[in-house]
């Protein structure tokens, strides 16, 4: 009975020691994530306090250091993309507008930042994606009436690009067709040379047409003089 009772003390004790092993597995990874989520949190206000004394580029850097240990981090790819704008390197802070509009799940800030989106398309004029970002931040946002004006506004003025588009081909065609006829007149005028544009073929027959009468009144002052120049005839009497 002692050594059966031992032994059973021995597995339970082994057994115990797993399970305590276990939690403290356990408890480190709560302890080592809790301790990365503060290191993003402290990144992410050293980062907005740069950000709100206009230190923008400083700013970026901290951000990405949240990202390195978060790359999820909604927030900070969110003002990542705030402090890229501000620097004016306006396709990667899409990229990280995108991103944090696709990640995060609260309505509000992935509206905001489709509507961030949205306003650099817009600034460069790049009407159809700036409308597609506004109707997602209003998808999020139903609300939110500076993306609402900003989105009718976008859609004016894509109508508008959209106008001068075709005018400008419209004259274009025009200037191509004006061309092929100058082009096709040059090469019959190489061709022929003595064809010419139809003012010049007008002027030719009118010039013609008054030599030909210059000739034909020198022809009959000729002939008027040669009259002259004859001898007259008599009238003779008939002898039978």
């Not at 969110?78 to 507008?97: E, H, K, R, V």
Request: net charge positive.
């Amino acid at each position: 009975m002692t050594k059966s009772a031992n032994r059973m003390n021995i597995s339970y004790n082994s057994h115990h020691m797993a399970t305590a092993k276990s939690f403290l597995v356990v408890l480190m990874c709560l302890i080592s994530l809790s301790t990365y989520a503060q290191l993003d949190r402290q990144y992410i206000r050293t980062g907005n306090r740069l950000y709100h004394v206009q230190a923008f580029d400083k700013a970026e850097a901290e951000y990405r250091k949240a990202l390195t240990n978060n790359p999820a981090n909604t927030q900070a790819l969110y003002n990542l993309g705030c402090a890229l704008m501000a620097q004016q390197q306006d396709s990667a802070a899409i990229q990280s507008f995108q991103q944090a509009g696709k990640t995060e799940q609260n309505k509000l800030r992935k509206s905001k930042a489709y509507h961030n989106m949205g306003w650099i398309c817009q600034r460069h004029q790049r009407f159809a994606d700036a409308i597609e970002a506004y109707k997602e931040s209003l998808r999020n946002n139903p609300d939110d009436h500076q993306t609402r004006y900003n989105l009718a506004l976008c859609q004016r003025q894509l109508k508008q690009q959209q106008q001068n588009q075709n005018q400008n081909q419209n004259e274009g065609n025009q200037q191509d067709e004006q061309q092929k006829q100058e082009k096709d007149q040059q090469q019959q005028q190489q061709q022929d040379p003595q064809q010419g544009t139809p003012q010049q073929d007008k002027m030719n027959k009118e010039n013609a047409e008054q030599l030909l009468n210059a000739a034909i009144q020198q022809e009959k002052q000729t002939q008027e003089r040669m009259k002259q120049q004859q001898p007259r005839s008599r009238n003779l009497q008939k002898q039978w």
